[in-house]
């Protein structure tokens, strides 16, 4: 009986073994956690000093992220700047047209030599997601705060356009515009990323 026993105890032993390493990488990573890009979705807003606003989709064109024992880790998101639209103003108009076209323009995200942006996520812990953002070959820091529920991650970042060489208007160095004319350094995205 006893004999019987280790060999039940060795089998069980041996198959938990194996069934581990199916599903850990050398690294003791999980394999990449695919991003779900038909569900998941980046959306801009843009503001002026008085009142109006505009917003719209961003959609992304590549996006994966990285698990420890089951916890996100890292992740990365590339943004298709050509695919940047306008919700308020919407394309098939002619004020959505000029709107969309001003921004793909050089005073603003100048998607012909920059048709990408990026999102690098190196920390990801209690809330708070800590990288890097480029837009138009500059990078700059930031801290992305979410929320998760079960496999999807909610959350608003921030950017100041200026720091990326968008300074269209802006307050800081157009001293003399009048406050109608006047665009607000911030940029906010609003995200809702799905895993798979």
């Known amino acids: 009986m006893k004999k019987l026993l280790i060999l039940i105890s060795s089998i069980l032993c041996l198959s938990l073994s194996t069934h581990a390493s199916e599903n850990t990488s050398s690294s003791g990573f999980l394999p990449v956690t695919k991003v779900d890009l038909a569900t998941s979705t980046f959306k801009w807003t843009g503001t002026k000093k008085i009142g109006e606003k505009h917003y719209g989709p961003i959609k992304l064109k590549t996006a994966s992220a990285k698990l420890v024992k089951g916890k996100v880790m890292s992740g990365e998101f590339v943004m298709d700047m050509n695919k940047f639209e306008s919700d308020d103003l919407p394309q098939n108009t002619s004020m959505g047209k000029k709107l969309v076209g ?16 990026k999102l690098v996520l190196t920390k990801i812990s209690n809330g708070k997601a800590i990288g890097k953002l480029t837009i138009m070959g500059k990078t700059h820091p930031i801290t992305v705060p979410y929320k998760q529920e079960g496999n999807s991650f909610k959350g608003t970042m921030t950017f100041d356009r200026t720091k ?15 406050d109608k004319k006047i665009i607000n350094n911030d940029v906010t995205i609003d995200f809702d990323v799905n895993l798979i």
């Open 164 to 178: 990326f060489g968008m300074t269209y208007n802006s307050a800081n160095f157009f001293k003399n515009l009048i």
């Open 102 to 117: 001003h921004l793909k323009s050089p005073d603003f995200f100048n998607v012909k030599k920059y048709p990408t942006a």
